[in-house]
């Protein structure tokens, strides 16, 4: 019944052709109504009869063996039912996808903060009480908690194009500088949350999670059962930004306690249990070597970098994974080096890779622009490749050079002025930009549309994470079928229905987008069919169908429910070409000189990303990421205990992500919109990530051209500054 469909040429493009107008309109979210009334339920809202309330202990060592969990130490509180060690809850949420997540042993300890225990009580009180007071004893080992001086560390090969040491060697400018940036963590607003129900055999577990159809599989993986004794429900999620791609322990806890107690189990994280357990993006150090010929062409590059990761995780923070394709040069360098430390485990927070890969190397690029006396937009514009320069492939559409051209136009960039000269009282000014580069990628997804009448309902257990799927999917049926979107229903989170992409790495729009509309296309064909026309023929709108010489009201031509079901494959596009979102960003800073405090004045990102579904919604996509951007130069800093590797900055007052008051009021989103005909069936490449990638490094090159001092250890904070 399921139609599979992979890409291997371009796409024509239908949804240019139905003329209705729908996709693409800055739609509202159906969803919005019910999250600003409070009538969407995330999670911990959901109220059940007979529920436990589970609170998971946490290690206070960094590295060890558990040798006693002293059960008398709570046997005074109220309504304890069980302290449940299972080591299949100890599983590390980094990257679960499809269960690929190592199990730790049960009695060991690898990280401070690492869940080892769940406490059951009755009352969430009761169970918090005892979750602090029971008394483990343990044996502890030695741990290394940063990256500086653990022994352990994995190189991997180079991966390289042409020969960067003989271009490094000849080119007759260079820039060769370290950087760093910390620790991230994604800090969705909505803390990770479980509920779990055992009945008969199979579990029914409420979670706050990305990607459903891969978390059906690494629970049933997790309790040693079949997936389709699995089912998982997130309707509403607050945001992830990566930390809910994977199963988390509270989830795995929760099926683990109910199964046992024979009673729905639920475990609602505290923030600070959020930043001790779930994951982080690595810490990352940098070298960046960039060498050019004095007239400004660009010869050799390499982006070697340093992240870290429990023992045995199989992530690795993407540094370089921009830097390969941005620039040309006759030779290219990437070498990643893993630190084994006991830490929180790292995994993808947004953009993982650009986000912080290119604060290092778009700024490189700010400074070799001033070591050639070229401007940093001419300079970026000299120096586009034709090809992929690792591996040849052809860009199938690159935005970037209008993106760069039309945002130096559109922000002034001309009037900027010569580094260190512009002032206004205490305040120094700078402006910078950065080119922004995200690949847009396809994960395989199915959804099914079902068409009665001129009412369409779009089912998928694809995730909206606060992101508009909801309301894109509705556009993209809408679109298809001639109808009002309002007269679309979009049922998500439910692994019952379809298995789609989930939402993570920018590629739901794409995946799960692509799904729906191959689903309602071949319920288009099948108007064709029942009305004696040719699908070219075939014009639906305003819940009509004409075709031929034949005009018919869907409520008679669609009398009887149609359905249908399609999936895309997955895939980085279609082989022959590389598919990317492409941008530029520019900001502008004021630097006080007395306490180096920065504030951004304004800010532009111009981005090219494919076919735009809803421009309100990318909208908020990309300031959302730019915000991002503003985080990672400014303020956002994970930092641990150096003894234990304890996470310090555990809670939004410490680990400060953007507030209105960070936040220029004057931030502009410009799109350019093209037509990606190799990426997929509607042309779209991803959103989400795009708007972070590069927007820090404009905000970190602005500083520098504000007060002529470059820095080099990220975030920008005030003693760095001045
Ligand atoms: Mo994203 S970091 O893949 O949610």
Same mark, same amino acid.
């Given at each position: ?27 509202? &979210?159906?969803?919005g ?5 409070g ?64 199990v ?34 343990y ?10 001086g653990?022994p ?5 090969? $180079? ?20 950087? /760093? ?11 990770h949350?479980?509920?779990a ?23 049933a993986?997790?309790?040693g ?18 930390? @809910?791609?994977?199963?988390?322990p ?30 982080? &993006? ?18 050799? +590059? ?11 995780e199989?992530?690795?923070? $993407?540094?370089?994974? !921009?830097?390969?394709?941005l ?19 790292a ?40 090809t ?55 994960? @395989?997804? !199915?959804?099914?549309?079902?068409? /009665?009448?001129?009412? %369409? ?27 009002s ?9 439910n ?29 288009? !064909?099948?108007l ?26 869907? /409520? ?18 279609a082989?022959s070409?590389f ?19 920065? &504030? ?7 981005m ?18 730019? +915000? ?29 992500? $953007?507030?209105? !008051? ?18 997929? $069936? ?25 007060t ?7 975030? %920008? ?6």
């Amino acid at each position: 019944m399921t139609d599979t469909f992979t890409m291997d040429s371009p796409q024509p493009r239908l949804l240019d052709q139905t003329g209705q107008g729908v996709v693409g309109t800055p739609m509202n &979210r159906p969803d919005g109504p019910h999250k600003v009334s409070g009538r969407a339920s995330y999670t911990a809202d959901t109220v059940m009869d007979n529920v436990l309330h589970g609170v998971l202990v946490r290690a206070t060592i960094a590295r060890g063996k558990i040798t006693g969990i002293d059960r008398d130490s709570i046997r005074s509180i109220q309504g304890v039912i069980d302290v449940i060690t299972d080591q299949r809850m100890i599983r590390n949420p980094a990257q679960g996808m499809a269960g690929e997540a190592p199990v730790q042993p049960g009695d060991a300890v690898y990280y401070h903060g690492q869940p080892i225990a769940l406490v059951v009580a009755e009352t969430f009180e009761g169970a918090r009480d005892a979750a602090q007071r029971l008394n483990i004893r343990y044996e502890t080992e030695k741990a290394y908690v940063t990256p500086e001086g653990t022994p352990d560390r994995e190189v991997a090969d $180079p991966e390289t194009a042409g020969d960067f040491d003989a271009a490094w060697k000849a080119a007759e400018v260079r820039v060769d500088q370290k950087y /760093t940036t910390p620790s991230h963590a994604a800090a969705a607003m909505e803390p990770h949350a479980a509920i779990a129900d055992w009945k008969d055999g199979s579990v029914t577990l409420r979670s706050s999670l990305q990607m459903i159809r891969f978390n059906k599989k690494e629970l049933a993986d997790t309790l040693g059962i079949e997936p389709a004794q699995v089912r998982i429900l997130a309707p509403f999620v607050g945001g992830g930004f990566g930390s @809910k791609l994977g199963l988390g322990p509270e989830a795995a806890a929760a099926a683990i306690a109910s199964q046992k107690l024979g009673r729905p189990v639920r475990v609602v994280m505290t923030r600070q249990t959020v930043f001790d357990c779930v994951l982080r &993006r690595s810490e990352t150090a940098q070298r960046v070597r960039i060498g050019a010929t004095q007239d400004g062409r660009i010869t050799a +590059i390499s982006h070697d970098d340093t992240v870290s990761n429990l023992d045995g995780e199989g992530f690795s923070e $993407p540094v370089s994974q !921009a830097s390969q394709f941005l620039y040309g040069a006759d030779g290219l360098s990437f070498t990643q080096t893993v630190a084994r430390i006991a830490a929180t485990p790292a995994g993808s927070v947004r953009a993982p890779g650009e986000a912080v890969g290119m604060l290092g190397f778009e700024s490189a690029m700010d400074e070799l622009a001033d070591s050639l006396g070229i401007d940093p937009v001419e300079l970026r514009l000299r120096n586009l490749p034709d090809t992929h320069p690792m591996d040849g492939r052809e860009f199938s559409v690159r935005g970037l050079a209008d993106c760069l051209r039309e945002g130096a136009e559109q922000f002034g960039w001309a009037q900027r002025g010569t580094a260190g000269t512009r002032r206004e009282g205490d305040w120094l000014i700078g402006m910078g930009m950065a080119s922004a580069a995200r690949s847009s990628m396809l994960v @395989k997804s !199915a959804a099914r549309v079902r068409l /009665t009448g001129d009412r %369409a309902v779009v089912e998928t257990d694809m995730t909206d994470i606060g992101t508009g799927t909801y309301a894109i999917l509705a556009q993209i049926a809408a679109e298809m079928l001639g109808l009002s979107p309002d007269n679309v229903e979009v049922r998500l989170g439910n692994s019952d229905l379809p298995g789609a992409s989930g939402s993570g790495g920018s590629f739901g729009a794409n995946s799960a987008g692509s799904a729906t509309f191959l689903a309602a296309r071949k319920i288009r !064909a099948r108007l064709a069919e029942q009305l004696g026309c040719s699908e070219d023929d075939l014009t639906l709108q305003g819940g009509r169908a004409r075709g031929g010489n034949r005009e018919m009201a869907l /409520t008679d031509l669609a009398r009887d429910e149609m359905q249908a079901e399609a999936t895309i494959e997955s895939g980085m596009t279609a082989k022959s070409h590389f598919s990317s979102g492409f941008g530029a960003h520019f900001a502008e800073v004021a630097v006080n000189e007395w306490t180096g405090e920065v &504030r951004v004045r304004r800010m532009l990102g111009v981005m090219s990303m494919g076919r735009i579904l809803n421009e309100k919604t990318a909208r908020s996509q990309a300031l959302g990421g730019m +915000i991002w951007g503003i985080g990672a130069a400014l303020t956002e800093d994970m930092q641990s205990d150096r003894r234990d590797g304890h996470v310090v900055t555990r809670d939004l007052a410490n680990y400060h992500v $953007p507030s209105h !008051a960070d936040v220029p009021g004057d931030m502009q989103v410009l799109f350019l919109e093209e037509r990606d005909d190799w990426a997929n $069936p509607i042309q779209t490449k991803g959103i989400g990530e795009l708007g972070i990638s590069g927007a820090g490094a404009a905000v970190l090159n602005a500083i520098a051209h504000a007060t002529g001092k470059r820095i080099y250890d990220f975030p %920008a904070l005030p003693d760095r500054v001045i």
